[in-house]
C-alpha cells in the first residue's frame, strides 16, 4: 500500500501548458493510495477540461467560488478541512503571486487562505518569469508562511527557452507530496494512545456508553506513527479501521482499558488518554436480561478507576497527556483536571458543539500545560491529530534534553 494511502489530497490546477501533466499526476497520486480532489482556476480549463480530471480523480473538479450547487455539495470551507495536504501543480507565476498577496477571489485562493494543513507548490513558468525579482519576493514569502516547493525542473521550456520554470515530472510529485508525511521526529519514542468510547454492562443486552467514535484517537495514532513513534493504540468499540504501522487492543469495558493501560505504562514513553471513559458502571451486571416491571428503575452505579490518573501517579510515569470533554468554561475546567490528575498537558474541547467533538469529523481544542496555552482551531481531526503530535512531541522532547 502506497504511503498516501487514505490521504485527501486537493490537487490545485493553475493555468499553465504544464496543466496537461495534472492528468497523469492524479494518476500518480492516486498509485500511492491518495483519494483526489481537483480544483482548476480558470486559466487551467484553457489548457486541459475539467472532464478529464472528473474522469480520472472520479470526483467533480471544483471550479468556482461563489457557485450556490457545489457549495451545497462540498463548500470551500468544507474542502479546505478535507484536505490532508493542498498541492499546486502546475503553480503558475500569477498563481503565487496571489498566493503571497493574501488573495482570495478565486476557489483555489481561498480554499489555500481557509486551510491549516501542509501546502506544496509545483511552479511551472518561463525561465525569466521564475527569475524575475518579482517571483523570488513572492516564493521567499510564500515559504515563510509554510508553502513547500517542488521543483521546477531545468530544460527545455515549451516556449523553446532553457533554464529553471518547467513543472517537475508527475512521478516525482508525487512523492514528494508522500514524503511531507513521513517524519522521525517520534523516532524510538513509544507512544500509548486511549480511542474511542467504553460500555458498562447492565445485563447481557444493555449497557452505558458515549457518543466516542474514536476518530479524534486514531487520527493520534495514524500522526504518531507517520512521525515514526512505535504507536500502540488502546481502543473501545469502534467501527474504524486500525492505521498502518500501529499495535491495537481492543477492549470493552474501564476497568479493560485501565488493565491494558497500566500494563503498557513500563515501555511507554508518551501516553494519551484520548478515550472517553464511563466514569461509572452498574455496580452489578446482571446475568439474564432485565425485565420491564415497575414504572421506574434505580441502578446502582460505582466508580470506575481514573485511568490517566493511574497513568500519571504511576512510579514509572511517561509524559502524560488529558484530554478534557467540557461543555461550558473550557478552558477553566481543563486546568482543573491538569492539576487534579497531575498531567502534562490537558487538550480541551467542547463537546456542546455539534460541528466538533464526539464523533464530528472536525474538532477545535485548546492545549494547556503548566506554562502553555495553545489554541488550534476547527480542523478535520486527521489535521489536528497531525498539529497535536508536532505539539506534544516538542513538548516531550523539551522534557528529556
Ligand atoms: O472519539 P471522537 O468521536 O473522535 O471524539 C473525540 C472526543 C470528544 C471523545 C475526544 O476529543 C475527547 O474529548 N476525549 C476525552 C473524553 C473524556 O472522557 O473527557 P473527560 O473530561 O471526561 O475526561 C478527562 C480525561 O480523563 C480524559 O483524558 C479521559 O480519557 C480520562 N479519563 C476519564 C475517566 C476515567 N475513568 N478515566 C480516564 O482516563
Redo the contacts with the bound molecule.
Keep these: 500500500m502506497g504511503q498516501l494511502f487514505n490521504r485527501n489530497v486537493l490537487l490545485g490546477i493553475s493555468g499553465g501548458i504544464a496543466a496537461y501533466k495534472s492528468a497523469q499526476l492524479v494518476r500518480d497520486l492516486q498509485e500511492l493510495g491518495a483519494t483526489v480532489r481537483v480544483i482548476m482556476t480558470a486559466g487551467a480549463t484553457e489548457f486541459i477540461t475539467p472532464l478529464t480530471l472528473q474522469a480520472l480523480s472520479g470526483n467533480p473538479v471544483h471550479q468556482h467560488l461563489l457557485d450556490a450547487e457545489a457549495e451545497a455539495g462540498m463548500g470551500h470551507i468544507e474542502l479546505a478541512r478535507w484536505a490532508d495536504v493542498i498541492l499546486i501543480a502546475p503553480a503558475t507565476a500569477n498563481c503565487m503571486a496571489r498566493l503571497a498577496s493574501g488573495a482570495a477571489d478565486d476557489l483555489l485562493t481561498t480554499v489555500c487562505l481557509a486551510n491549516t494543513g501542509p501546502k506544496l507548490l509545483a511552479p511551472a513558468m518561463n525561465q525569466a518569469m521564475w527569475r524575475d525579482p518579482a517571483t523570488t519576493a513572492n516564493l521567499n514569502l510564500l515559504q515563510e508562511r509554510g508553502f513547500q516547493l517542488v521543483g521546477p525542473a531545468e530544460g527545455t521550456q515549451a516556449c523553446g527557452d532553457v533554464g529553471p520554470g518547467r513543472m517537475e515530472e508527475p512521478a516525482a510529485i508525487a512523492q514528494r507530496t508522500s514524503a511531507l508525511f513521513d517524519s522521525d521526529v517520534l523516532d524510538g519514542i513509544s507512544i500509548v494512545i486511549?480511542?474511542?468510547p467504553t460500555r458498562e454492562a447492565i445485563d447481557p443486552v444493555r449497557y452505558i456508553s458515549n457518543?466516542?467514535?474514536?476518530?479524534?484517537?486514531f487520527a493520534l495514532a495514524r500522526a504518531a506513527a507517520d512521525a515514526g513513534a512505535r504507536t500502540t493504540l488502546i481502543s473501545g468499540p469502534v467501527n474504524l479501521d486500525t492505521p498502518d504501522h500501529v499495535q491495537r487492543t481492543d477492549v470493552v469495558t474501564?476497568q479493560q482499558m485501565h488493565d491494558a493501560s497500566l500494563a503498557a505504562v513500563a515501555d511507554c514513553d508518551i501516553f494519551i488518554?484520548?478515550?472517553?471513559?464511563?466514569?461509572y458502571r452498574p455496580a452489578e451486571a446482571l446475568g439474564q436480561k432485565l425485565k420491564k416491571s415497575a414504572d421506574t428503575l434505580q441502578l446502582e452505579m460505582v466508580r470506575?478507576?481514573?485511568?490517566?490518573?493511574a497513568v500519571a501517579n504511576h512510579p514509572e510515569r511517561p509524559f502524560t497527556v488529558?484530554?478534557?470533554?467540557?461543555t461550558q468554561d473550557v478552558a477553566a475546567y481543563a486546568q482543573g483536571?491538569l492539576e487534579a490528575?497531575k498531567l502534562d498537558l490537558i487538550?480541551a474541547?467542547d463537546?456542546s458543539d455539534t460541528a466538533a467533538?464526539?464523533?464530528?469529523e472536525n474538532?477545535a481544542v485548546v492545549v494547556i500545560g503548566t506554562d502553555y496555552y495553545q489554541e488550534l482551531g476547527l480542523a478535520s481531526?486527521q489535521q489536528l491529530g497531525r498539529q497535536l503530535v508536532a505539539l506534544i512531541a516538542e513538548q516531550y522532547l523539551a522534557t528529556v534534553v
Design positions: 486511549t480511542a474511542g457518543h466516542s467514535s474514536g476518530k479524534m484517537g474501564a488518554a484520548c478515550a472517553a471513559v464511563a466514569d470506575n478507576p481514573d485511568i490517566v490518573s488529558g484530554f478534557a470533554a467540557e483536571k490528575k487538550i474541547n463537546v467533538g464526539f464523533n464530528s474538532n481531526k
